[in-house]
């Protein structure tokens, strides 16, 4: 079962037309860790699927502080990569940790700086951790072959080091969505194998 993340905003119907039509069998629908955030988005979530024809999951994307708590309201944990990517893979709740290569320091010369090392492979592999992979980032990125060289590095890493990835859109606006079949085919140039990248798009299902 294809699946793919969101980031809602009052939009969630049409992400749910969008996600049917481009041809995922569920969605998860990612918010910002808050107070309310559990019992206002689970009753909506639960509303909607009543009328849906694909599964829909529910999401929370959490700063480092708020992990922990956050995973007491939803089955599913997104971190985005931060100074803190250790701690997220070494001792915290979270379940998956994504945008690594946005960091703004420069590459180095004979490696990229990709926010992903083989010390953190090692940790995420030992504690089960989900790499994410963010097309978002890559269609709205200002460095665009920056950014893929970066992801190409982390999915060799992640190849060695036996780390469970995962392929999204991470949309924002329901156009930034598309199909799995196509973010198949840009990971598969990036360096995936063909089971790699069909397992990272429906690993979380």
Do not use: W
């Not at 069998?25 to 988005?41: E, H, I, Q, V």
């Not at 709740?93 to 010390?119: C, M, P, W, Y």
């Not at 890559?138 to 970066?150: E, F, I, P, T």
């Amino acid at each position: 079962m294809f699946i793919d993340v969101v980031f809602p905003d009052n939009n969630e119907d049409e992400f749910i037309s969008i996600a049917s039509k481009l041809g995922y069998n569920s969605l998860c629908f990612a918010y910002k860790f808050g107070s309310n955030t559990n019992g206002k988005y689970t009753e909506s979530i639960k509303n909607r699927q009543d009328n849906a024809k694909i599964k829909l999951y529910f999401g929370i994307l959490a700063n480092f502080n708020e992990i922990n708590k956050a995973k007491n309201n939803a089955g599913l944990v997104f971190a985005r990569g931060s100074e803190k990517n250790r701690e997220v893979l070494e001792s915290s709740k979270a379940d998956i940790l994504f945008d690594l290569e946005t960091q703004s320091r420069g590459d180095f010369l004979h490696h990229r700086a990709s926010g992903l090392n083989h010390v953190l492979c090692s940790l995420a592999n030992k504690n089960r951790k989900i790499i994410g992979f963010s097309f978002g980032s890559v269609l709205n990125s200002r460095n665009r072959a920056q950014m893929l060289g970066r992801i190409t590095q982390n999915i060799k890493l992640c190849r060695k080091y036996k780390v469970r990835t995962l392929i999204a859109s991470f949309a924002g606006n329901p156009y930034e969505m598309r199909s799995p079949y196509d973010l198949m085919s840009l990971f598969e140039v990036l360096g995936m194998h063909h089971k790699e990248a069909k397992e990272s798009l429906t690993g979380i299902s």
